[in-house]
């Protein structure tokens, strides 16, 4: 029998704000077990983030996540300007460029199966789509306001206001 080889990839910002929207939190390591089987691995568990994004108490998070396996990838913040308001400096995230040629790469080295994908972004589309036209599976993860209308054209998708409160996959935040 061939072995499923399963890339779990998370979007860090938009996970964050659609958890945090929600009051919830995903449970990494139910969701790992549940995608688990015989003759399945996972070559790739990949979180990007946006380097000062993760403070306050989020870094347990990050380091739950690297005990489960995943590799961290911070992703630098690019200056973009100052805000006329506080002559502050303007900083836009990179993360879909990033997740992008990484998961092109894991594509073009033929490295995975089905792509467990955390986001809901439509930046997403044309990358997905690639994903798809190699005859990869996608299953993407999302908040329904987070969720742009175009990724379901390219993969099946799972809302968090869909899962019933009683899910091992996701509970409520406290605090």
């Not at 033929?110 to 955390?118: A, G, I, P």
């Not at 036209?133 to 968090?160: H, N, P, T, W, Y």
């Amino acid at each position: 029998m061939e072995t499923k080889r399963i890339a779990i990839v998370v979007d860090g910002p938009n996970l964050y704000h659609a958890t945090r929207q929600l009051g919830i939190r995903i449970n990494f390591q139910n969701l790992l077990y549940k995608f688990s089987g015989e003759n399945v691995e996972f070559p790739i568990l990949k979180i990007f983030y946006d380097q000062i994004q993760w403070r306050n108490g989020e870094n347990s998070f990050l380091e739950s996540m690297r005990n489960l396996g995943f590799e961290i990838v911070p992703v630098p913040l690019k200056e973009y300007g100052k805000n006329g308001n506080d002559n502050g400096k303007r900083f836009k995230s990179r993360t879909d460029q990033m997740i992008t040629v990484h998961l092109m790469e894991h594509l073009l080295k033929d490295e995975f199966d089905t792509l467990v994908f955390f986001s809901g972004d439509s930046d997403y589309q044309f990358l997905l789509q690639k994903i798809r036209d190699a005859r990869k599976e996608i299953v993407i993860f999302g908040s329904k306001a987070m969720m742009a209308a175009d990724l379901q054209l390219v993969g099946r998708i799972f809302l968090f206001e869909n899962f019933r409160p009683d899910s091992d996959l996701i509970f409520r935040a406290t605090g």
